[in-house]
């Protein structure tokens, strides 16, 4: 199948130029009323073109002020998210640690803490969980690990602001 | 409020840029933009009008052209690259707006997408083009309207619509002949009627 013509690019030049056709080259016009394909490009072209004009004249398009304005602010607001993106990843963070920490402290102590809670429940039936000397040693634990955690988390923090900034 | 306002000033260099030109280190300042908006906004509304058959949405897509186009331009580029990269963000756009009610592509839409009437009315009661652009498939009166209202090359057509060159070439061919038909008929029809 044969999808261009040879005049082609001549046509198209000359429509470009927006010359009227009675200065173009005889031999482009004398083709253009013989050949189909230049014949569709030329009238297509001068179709489009004139609806282009009649459509540019016509068109009502908002201030470019009130557009300015919009792009400002949307631009301030992608620039305020990105820097409260690592804050809030931080927060995410700090809880799902502090989460894990409480149900890691709860998985290993759990007898313990179990005793302590019915001893609380029925004093009468559990007097020496009350005491419970090795939940207070758990606590000791749990603390440490919230401690290691906390250093966990400004750690990640001081890793994440380094990359950030680099 | 002032007090804030300059901590952010000083967190964020352009969190107090609105109302106001921009920073030394952006890329264009208001009046650049204006000057750019006076030569494109016309003709950026004409292809999103025709493409879409809709005047309304059109009025839509070219206001998120610029936006979008403002927050994301880029150092370096000329007047040109500009101008398509413009087209380029209005073309995404439109293939979004086409994909959003059903998943297709560009080349499923049928011809009768148009779906605003009122503004289509208004459009085309301005050319007897209209009615024959209207039986073409959106990603024709793309491809159309870019190669010869616009004047692009095949290349600059590639790089607006993200399609390659070779395929440019053969849709483009179909297309115009499909116009040529459409049009001659039309004017066969006008013909008998007067």
Redesign the interface.
Known sequence: MK??CSYQEKLVSE??QGRPHEMWDETLRSHIARCRSC???L???E??????S???K??Q??S??T??????????N???Q??TRPIALVEKFALASLISVLLAGFAWKRSELLGWLMGVAAPSAHPAALAAPSLIDGWATLLMAAGLGTVAIFAGLAVYLLREKE | MNAIILAWDYAIPQAGAAGTSMSADTLMDDEAFNSFYQRTARPLWAYLARVSGSGSLADDLLQESYLRFLCALNRGQDEESRRRYLFRIASNLLRDHWRRPVAAALEDVPESAAPDARHSERIDSQSVLGPALAQMKPRERQLLWLAYAEGSTHREIAEITGLGVASIRLLLFRARKKMARVLRQRALATGRNK
């Not at chain 1, 300015?68 to 631009?75: L, P």
């Open positions: 999808y261009f429509l470009r014949n569709d490009l009238l297509v072209s179709a489009l073109q004139q609806d282009r009649e459509m540019v016509s068109a398009v908002a470019p002020g557009l300015w304005w919009q792009a400002q602010v949307r631009m301030r992608g620039a305020m990105r820097v």
